[in-house]
């Protein structure tokens, strides 16, 4: 028998193991966590038990994870919402509870195992499977770039509606065990509280969150804004849940309501970590509950109670998609995405296996079949795109439609550079090559950023740069470079594998948060990869160089030194007098321009002619004739006033030099 700190150790152990076992793989982590769970718990292994430890740990990775995801909302956007919250949640709760029941009672007359299921019962299954898993889809739906898209808002809004419609489920599956006479007493006093809950949090909640940040950013103590930060997050995930709520509720609320302040970019960094680990261990969880055995004994009436619910809460939810106004391919993606079992279906299954509505090896058979539909969850999310072109025409013409579009406006551009993702660190390269008069085109997932950014004259598309028809749509193969801005190396190497089969030669410049993946990328056939934490660190130490007293020139050096050593494209920079000093025997790369003046050897030919590379060693950076930078260089013919930028060595140079100007 563990003690909590010997399980929580336990866990965390089993969890790296495993989750590197399935990163060898190339497999998702978070089967990975569901794997080791069904090995090490109770029904595996029995390393592990499933008691009220493993419960807390669980429940504080989903109330982390709620919280980042209410960061991405904002009351503005819940309003906007409501009507998928209430009208297309109410719906898909009421239509599931209703065809199951409709299920139990014709499956009550062929297999014997629902024979003595009564309509209380099958109410209560139907509760249980109405529910979606709000951890694992939220999860991946920010993995694959996809909360802000319609279908990931139908997705976001039906799962909220799911976590409120926990409460009056619970209240009334006792009551209808009972026979409770007084149950709509009791459920409009449940409802009425937790009204007047939410009401409070929202309202007051909204004036006093940014005054109290601002409070205690003035403390001037990271320290104190972590402990705030889990005060409100726990203290929010409190009051729900003492209302009769979920903690995963007041969890969002909190999210979403400092998500309205300026200092929602900070707590996304900050809960970042808490969240990951503490979800890992939730999943762990889930994998505990599957009892192998049971899976084996009872395979088939485990396969059937997979399947059937499955593809019944895809047809009915798919359906009520396209009925409230949906497309047919988003439609099919929010079917697709919610048809598996959830987190909260377990609670529910519990109350009626307490109740004795439900027999105990059924409820262990539907148990397996509802954390199989979990585990097989990340799978048909990564094949939704192909299953929704293979079942809807009417997508296929619509991404055909934006392809087009997008081939459409890119048709007439040459050399010009394709950004992957347009945040923050896409909008400046965007600046900066329009400043520079460089043609750029930007593919971003975010469609309200994409039109924004558009209706503000940026050229910016709907698309994903993973994808290998987006990047032919954007002119990859007339291309001059591809920046990918964003640091999530999965979507990069794949942007990379397409890159390097449409366009070999085609340079590709990749962020990432350090050097963890630093090869991996480069393998891939990243031209250069940039490191957040390594510009970082150069710029504090050149600040830090510059405050002591070091004069700016040298520290001008260093820096340049320090990135010489890291990029390849930007060894060599221009030197001054005080540089010839430091580079002592004078071996480091270095560029230096050189004007040709009338009558010198290189005028009238080209540089192919001439041959720098062989005949000295030095190579053409750059060559330019008045503010034009010549792109086709090599059969260039020279012209007096042309400036030809050199790279090499001090004594490349000079030989080069020498071969352009001699007479």
């Known amino acids: 028998m563990f003690s909590g700190l010997e399980l929580t150790l336990f866990l965390l152990a089993a969890a790296v193991l495993g989750v590197v076992a399935f990163r060898m793989m190339?497999?998702?982590?978070?089967?990975?966590?569901?794997?080791?769970?069904?090995?090490?718990?109770?029904?595996?292994?029995?390393?592990?038990?499933?008691?009220?430890?493993?419960?807390?740990?669980?429940?504080?990775?989903?109330?982390?994870?709620?919280?980042?995801?209410?960061?991405?909302?904002s009351l503005s956007k819940l309003s906007a919402m409501r009507h998928i919250v209430f009208g297309l949640g109410v719906a898909q709760v009421a239509a599931t509870i209703a065809a199951t029941m409709l299920l139990a009672w014709g499956a009550a007359m062929v297999l014997p195992q629902f024979a003595n299921v009564s309509w209380?019962?099958?109410?209560?299954?139907?509760?249980?499977?109405?529910?979606?898993?709000?951890?694992?889809?939220s999860k991946l739906l920010t993995e694959r770039l996809e909360l802000e898209t319609e279908h990931g808002r139908r997705i976001l809004g039906v799962l909220l509606f799911q976590d409120l419609a926990l409460v009056p489920l619970l209240i009334v599956v006792p009551a209808l065990a009972n026979n409770s006479g007084n149950i709509m007493v009791t459920l409009g006093w449940a409802v009425g509280k937790a009204l007047v809950v939410l009401a409070l949090l929202l309202f007051f909640g909204s004036k006093l969150m940014r005054g109290w940040f601002r409070i205690v950013v003035?403390?001037?103590?990271?320290?104190?804004?972590?402990?705030?930060?889990?005060?409100?997050?726990?203290?929010?995930?409190?009051?729900?849940?003492?209302?009769?709520?979920?903690?995963?509720?007041?969890?969002?609320?909190?999210?979403?309501?400092?998500?309205?302040?300026?200092?929602?970019?900070?707590?996304?960094?900050?809960?970042?970590?808490?969240?990951?680990?503490?979800?890992?261990?939730?999943?762990?969880?889930?994998?505990?509950?599957?009892?192998?055995?049971?899976?084996?004994?009872?395979w088939f009436l485990v396969l059937l109670l997979l399947t059937g619910p499955v593809l019944l809460k895809f047809a009915?939810?798919?359906?009520?998609?396209?009925?409230?106004?949906?497309?047919?391919?988003?439609?099919?993606?929010?079917?697709?995405?919610?048809?598996?079992?959830?987190?909260?279906?377990?609670?529910?299954?519990?109350?009626?296996?307490?109740?004795?509505?439900?027999?105990?090896?059924?409820?262990?058979?539907?148990?397996?079949?509802?954390?199989?539909?979990?585990?097989a969850t990340p799978f048909i999310l990564a094949k939704s795109d192909a299953i929704v072109m293979?079942?809807?025409?009417?997508?296929?013409?619509?991404?055909?439609?934006?392809?087009?579009?997008?081939?459409?406006?890119?048709?007439?551009?040459?050399?010009?550079?394709?950004?992957?993702?347009?945040?923050?660190?896409?909008?400046?390269?965007?600046?900066?090559?329009?400043?520079?008069?460089?043609?750029?085109?930007?593919l971003e997932m975010d469609p309200e950023l994409v039109q924004d950014a558009r209706n503000g004259g940026a050229n910016v598309s709907y698309g994903d740069a993973a994808r290998r028809e987006s990047l032919v749509a954007a002119g990859i193969h007339r291309a001059a470079a591809l920046v990918v801005t964003y640091a999530s190396t999965p979507s990069a190497l794949k942007v990379l594998h397409h890159?390097?089969?449409?366009?070999?030669?085609?340079?590709?410049?990749?962020?990432?948060?350090?050097?963890?993946?630093?090869?991996?990328?480069?393998?891939?056939?990243?031209?250069?990869?940039?490191?957040?934490?390594?510009?970082?660190?150069?710029?504090?130490?050149?600040?830090?160089?510059?405050?002591?007293?070091?004069?700016?020139?040298?520290?001008?050096?260093?820096?340049?030194?320090?990135?010489?050593?890291?990029?390849?494209s930007l060894r060599g920079y221009f030197h001054g007098m005080s540089d010839a000093e430091a580079d002592g025997v004078g071996m480091n790369v270095r560029l230096q321009s050189v004007t040709l003046i009338g009558g010198a050897s290189a005028v009238g030919h080209t540089l192919a002619e001439i041959d720098l590379p062989t005949q000295c060693g030095a190579e053409v950076a750059m060559l330019r004739r008045g503010k034009q930078r010549l792109e086709s260089a090599e059969n260039t013919v020279l012209m007096a006033g042309d400036i030809v930028v050199l790279r090499g060595s001090s004594e490349s140079i000079l030989r080069a030099e020498k071969r352009l100007l001699s007479k």
């Open 316 to 375: 009915l939810i798919a359906g009520l998609a396209r009925l409230f106004g949906s497309t047919t391919g988003v439609a099919l993606r929010v079917g697709l995405g919610l048809a598996q079992a959830g987190e909260f279906g377990f609670v529910l299954l519990s109350q009626a296996g307490g109740l004795k509505l439900v027999d105990p090896m059924l409820i262990q058979v539907i148990l397996a079949a509802m954390v199989l539909s979990m585990l």
């Open 499 to 568: 890159a390097h089969e449409l366009e070999p030669e085609l340079p590709v410049i990749v962020r990432s948060h350090d050097d963890a993946d630093l090869e991996k990328l480069l393998a891939a056939g990243a031209t250069e990869v940039v490191p957040e934490a390594l510009e970082g660190s150069l710029m504090l130490a050149s600040h830090a160089l510059v405050m002591l007293g070091v004069p700016l020139r040298r520290v001008v050096h260093r820096v340049q030194d320090a990135r010489d050593e890291r990029y390849a």
């Open 26 to 73: 190339q497999l998702p982590p978070m089967l990975g966590y569901l794997v080791v769970g069904i090995i090490i718990g109770p029904h595996g292994l029995a390393f592990a038990e499933d008691n009220e430890t493993t419960h807390a740990l669980a429940e504080f990775g989903v109330v982390f994870l709620m919280f980042s995801i209410g960061l991405e909302f």
């Open 218 to 298: 003035k403390r001037r103590s990271q320290e104190l804004f972590m402990l705030n930060l889990l005060l409100i997050t726990l203290g929010a995930a409190w009051i729900t849940e003492k209302a009769g709520l979920s903690l995963a509720l007041g969890a969002f609320i909190a999210g979403m309501l400092i998500s309205e302040t300026e200092f929602k970019h900070q707590v996304e960094e900050d809960i970042k970590s808490f969240r990951d680990v503490l979800l890992g261990l939730f999943f762990i969880t889930i994998g505990m509950l599957l009892n192998v055995r049971t899976l084996v004994d009872h």
């Open 120 to 137: 209380q019962a099958a109410f209560a299954l139907g509760g249980a499977l109405t529910m979606s898993s709000t951890a694992i889809v």
């Open 390 to 442: 293979k079942f809807s025409a009417n997508e296929w013409m619509l991404q055909s439609l934006a392809l087009t579009q997008l081939a459409t406006r890119t048709m007439g551009v040459q050399k010009h550079v394709i950004i992957a993702g347009f945040g923050r660190s896409g909008q400046s390269l965007a600046r900066l090559l329009e400043e520079e008069g460089i043609a750029y085109h930007a």
